[in-house]
């Protein structure tokens, strides 16, 4: 897929992988809308972007008002004039496990990693349809890949993620739209120092938590960022983000129910 002089929305482009994809997109020629809720860290990718010579529109947006996502593919295409990519990455982390979490936590996270892109899948589609070449990119994880426990909120909104991708993907097939779903593994993001922790958990064992996710983080989110634009362009289906995630995504193959066994030792519960 050729980038230079098309158009990409990329949500949670404030930060992280967002920005990585942003910014590798921007080195392709690839003009952005960039959304996020974060208006400074939005106007950082932006600048950045620009000062690759693309355009960098800025729409601040939760992914959880449905009011403003119906509202955001007109004002992109009033930016722009057209849309080819739409990289769902907006997304946020829940520590616990099932008994842990409360209710509106659980509903949260699935309302931001799941609900949302649906929500702006559904909102594209139509002028994605209008373009000779588009893609769709959804970001999964390596736990929509395999379920540790303490992620149980976390890993079933990535799981959605990749089932609906997957089918989606299939109902195209045949149209000019393809849809890729990624699994990064441990991306040097700020969503292990961000994420909602359960209420009644003490604030020591959180702390030891995310330290240890923390240490599992370790790839730059612009290497990331390359990688996934790189399987854009090769038109890839999946896309196994770092070393860690292709090893966990062989021992769920080779043993897909007792994972676990072998992976509990290598991840941090």
């Known amino acids: 897929m050729k980038l230079r002089d098309r158009v990409a929305v990329v949500t949670g482009a404030a930060g992280g992988i967002g920005r990585g994809v942003a910014l590798a ?79 509106a936590d659980f509903d949260w996270l699935m309302a931001i990693n799941f609900d949302a892109v649906v929500r702006m899948t559904r909102a594209f589609l139509p002028l994605l349809h209008v373009s000779d070449d588009a893609r769709i990119v959804n970001i999964s994880s390596v736990y929509g890949l395999v379920s540790p426990p303490g992620q149980t909120a976390y890993s079933a909104s990535k799981f959605a993620v990749r089932g609906f991708s997957n089918a989606l993907r299939h109902e195209l097939d045949g149209t000019r739209i393809g849809v890729t779903v990624v699994h990064p593994g441990g991306v040097a993001t700020a969503i292990a120092r961000s994420a909602r922790a359960p209420a009644g958990v003490a604030p020591e064992e959180i702390a030891l938590r995310r330290a240890a996710s923390e240490k599992m983080l370790r790839m730059p989110p612009a290497r990331a960022g390359e990688i996934i634009v790189r399987a854009v362009e090769r038109r890839r289906a999946r896309v196994l983000v770092g070393g860690d995630a292709v090893v966990v995504a062989l021992i769920e193959r080779l043993a897909p129910v007792r994972y676990w066994r072998l992976l509990g030792r290598m991840l941090p519960r």
């Open 25 to 103: 997109l921007a080195r392709r020629g690839c003009h952005l809308a960039l959304a996020d809720v974060d208006a400074a860290g939005l106007g950082t990718t932006a600048a950045e972007a620009e000062a690759l010579g693309v355009r960098a529109s800025r729409h601040a947006l939760d992914v959880t008002d449905r009011v403003a996502v119906a509202a955001l593919p007109a004002a992109v295409r009033e930016a722009h004039g057209r849309i080819d990519v739409l990289v769902n990455n907006a997304g946020v982390a829940l520590g616990g496990t099932f008994e842990q979490v409360s209710e």
